[in-house]
């Protein structure tokens, strides 16, 4: 599976913003999709899951209420909608695909190359 994330750029606080990944293959629903991001100087954190039908999600409690994860498996892309996004969400934004519908980044073989959002206060 390969994953290309897009959609971050600069932001204003209290905006909102959407990633997108798309994925290739024909096996996209197979697979949960998740997102972590990386901060500068911080470790990689989970973000949220949705699961392989989209029918269920987790989210980190940093970003539970604000943001959500679905996924559209016709067009075999993933979408990371974020609202009232804040400063401490700067950070670099990875998808990642796993048979698992888990939280732990170690349990992601598949990852996309990242995609930078910046929210300015």
């Known amino acids: 599976v390969q994953l290309q994330a897009f959609g971050g750029g600069l932001v204003q606080a209290g905006d909102s913003l959407r990633l997108s990944c798309v994925a290739s293959g024909r096996t996209f629903s197979y697979y949960a999709m998740g997102w972590f991001r990386q901060a500068p100087g911080k470790e990689r954190e989970f973000v949220a899951v949705?699961?392989?039908?989209?029918?269920?999600?987790i989210d980190a409690d940093s970003v539970k209420g604000r943001f959500t994860a679905s996924r559209d498996n016709a067009k075999n892309t993933a979408y990371l909608q974020m609202n009232s996004l804040k400063a401490v969400d700067t950070a670099v934004y990875y998808c990642?695909?796993?048979?698992?519908?888990?939280?732990?980044?170690?349990?992601?073989?598949?990852w996309g190359q990242g995609t930078e959002v910046t929210v300015s206060s």
């Open positions: 990642a695909a796993s048979v698992l519908f888990r939280v732990d980044a170690i349990l992601y073989p598949y």
């Open positions: 949705v699961s392989g039908n989209g029918g269920s999600t």
